[in-house]
């Protein structure tokens, strides 16, 4: 198993954000105290240098009220989106990974990923199906024989999985 790698989709962010941190004071112009509204308690956060001209742009956050209100689109990058204030960003956020374990198919697209514990997440009809045959009814408790397994069974249908820890 490899480590996560965020792959700066902002989907994380962009459902659930606005649900985990509150701003409640601008300290600075890039120092706020924020709440985080799921466990509680404060929090400072600090807009990174390198971020702040992409924290400046607020357009786009404007339309999006369920977003975090520190992550932006990453400047030249389409799709791309970054959290401003990473270094400085609660433990919730610091804990999340958005998949387990992410499918690729023989081009090396994703076409999948496992959220939660085991849940498949695809639009990929012969990835569904290959999993509904071969993995869904796997009786395993062990989560890393389950992923061995997983990988063996979806390798062998042609896709490549990279499972995290």
């Known amino acids: 198993m490899t480590a996560f790698e965020c792959n700066l989709c902002g989907k994380c962010c962009m459902q ?28 400072r956060a ?3 240098e390198r971020f702040l001209d992409a924290f400046r742009d607020t357009a786009e956050i404007e339309r999006h009220s369920s977003w975090c ?17 990473h270094n400085s960003r609660p433990l919730i956020c610091r804990s999340y990974a958005c ?4 499918i690729f198919d023989a081009s090396g697209e994703e076409v999948g990923k ?19 045959e071969g993995v869904a009814g796997l009786a395993i ?8 397994k997983v990988a063996r ?13």
Do not use: H, N
């Open 69 to 85: 209100p520190f992550l932006r689109a990453l400047p030249g990058e389409k799709g791309k989106y970054v959290c401003t204030i």
């Open 114 to 132: 496992v959220k939660g514990r085991r849940s498949l997440d695809t639009t990929d009809a012969t990835l569904r199906r290959c999993w509904d």
């Open 46 to 48: 600090r807009v990174e």
């Open 16 to 43: 659930a954000g606005s649900a985990l941190i509150q701003v409640e004071k601008r300290l600075s112009s890039r120092d706020f105290l924020c709440r985080q509204k799921v466990v509680g308690g404060t929090f």
């Open 141 to 148: 408790d062990d989560d890393i024989a389950w992923r061995d």
């Open 153 to 165: 069974v979806l390798g062998q249908s042609g896709y490549r999985v990279e499972a995290y820890e």
């Open 99 to 102: 998949c387990t374990m992410r």
